[in-house]
Every structure is written in structure tokens, then in C-alpha cells.
């Protein structure tokens, strides 16, 4: 009984986005319980943006409605803008933007989030002090929004698929 419920924990913490070298060599619960109860605190709030929001010159009502974040999915309609948001960098060139708040509920340290995979190779990035993200998306079937949360040397990474109509 008590080798099942370690292999259970084990798999909880991979499943939580911990490594399997961290929890290989671990015998008894007691070992890895604190992480993983800390894991799983690490969740944020993922809101839609104020449509009435103008992010880099443009409402996002404008290219975006009715953007719900639910679980691990993001569903919403989306209008492809020509051109881009801006000149150059990664939100240029014709395509489709999602814009989201993060909510820290967690207190974590650092959140960093991303599209992956990206055409930019640009990685994820932190969020800065108003916490919202636009992200640029050329391909709603193989892209997801990545949210890195990281509390005391903990991470949780989580990956949202986007669930789409276009407007």
C-alpha cells in the first residue's frame, strides 16, 4: 500500500509539471509532500482583457470577443488584423491576438507566459506590473498560451489550448 500511494504522489508531481529526476530516487512521502502540496497552489487567475482596453493603439474589442480562459482551454471569437499591432517586433504582420489579464492569486514570484510554439522564437517572457499579455496567433490548431508560475524555487507550467471561432 504504501509503494502505490509514493507512485501515486510521483505521478502527481510530474503531472504538475515537476521533473521525474526530481522524485525517482524517493521512498516514503514524507520526502517530496511539501513541493507538491506547493504545486498546486501555484495557480493564477486568467482573465479576458477589457474590450474597452487599448493596448498598443488598438481596442481590443477590436480583434477579440467573447474570450472566455476555462481550465486549460481558451475559448473566443478573434478577428484577424492586417498588418499587426505594431510596426515590427512580435506583435507585427497580418494575424490573430489574444489578449489577457493574469491575476496573481498566489503571490508567486515571477510569471512569465508565451506562445509556444512561436514563430518568433522569442520564448516566454515576465509580465510586468500591469499583467496583461497580447499574444500574436498564426495557427489556433498548434499553438498554445503557456503560463509559467514560479513561488520559492517552485514552478508549475500550464498550457492553454485555444479554442476558436473566428469574427
Known amino acids: 500500500m504504501k ?7 510521483k505521478d502527481l508531481y510530474i503531472a504538475n509539471g515537476g521533473s521525474l ?5 524517493i521512498n516514503t512521502i514524507p520526502d517530496m509532500i511539501e513541493a507538491i502540496a506547493e504545486s498546486d ?4 487567475q486568467v482573465l ?3 474590450g474597452e482596453a487599448e493596448i498598443f493603439g ?3 474589442k477590436t480583434y477579440q470577443a467573447a474570450c472566455i ?3 486549460e482551454n481558451i475559448l473566443g471569437y478573434w478577428t484577424e488584423i492586417e498588418g499587426g499591432l505594431t510596426p515590427t517586433g512580435t506583435l507585427s504582420g497580418t494575424g490573430y491576438f489574444v489578449a489577457l489579464k493574469f491575476v496573481n492569486t498566489c503571490n508567486a514570484d515571477k510569471i512569465e507566459v508565451g506562445v509556444e510554439p512561436s ?3 522569442m520564448g516566454l517572457v515576465e509580465l510586468d506590473e500591469d499583467m496583461n499579455a497580447v499574444f500574436k496567433i498564426s495557427n489556433f490548431e498548434t499553438q498554445k498560451i503557456v503560463v509559467k508560475v514560479t513561488k520559492n524555487g517552485i514552478t508549475k507550467t500550464t498550457k492553454y489550448a485555444l479554442n476558436v471561432m473566428r469574427m
Open 3 to 9: 509503494t502505490k500511494t509514493v507512485n501515486a504522489l
Open 21 to 25: 529526476s526530481d522524485v525517482i530516487i
Open 41 to 44: 497552489s501555484l495557480n493564477i
Open 48 to 50: 479576458a482583457e477589457d
Open 58 to 60: 488598438a481596442k481590443v
Open 69 to 71: 480562459p476555462l481550465k
Open 119 to 121: 514563430e518568433t522564437n
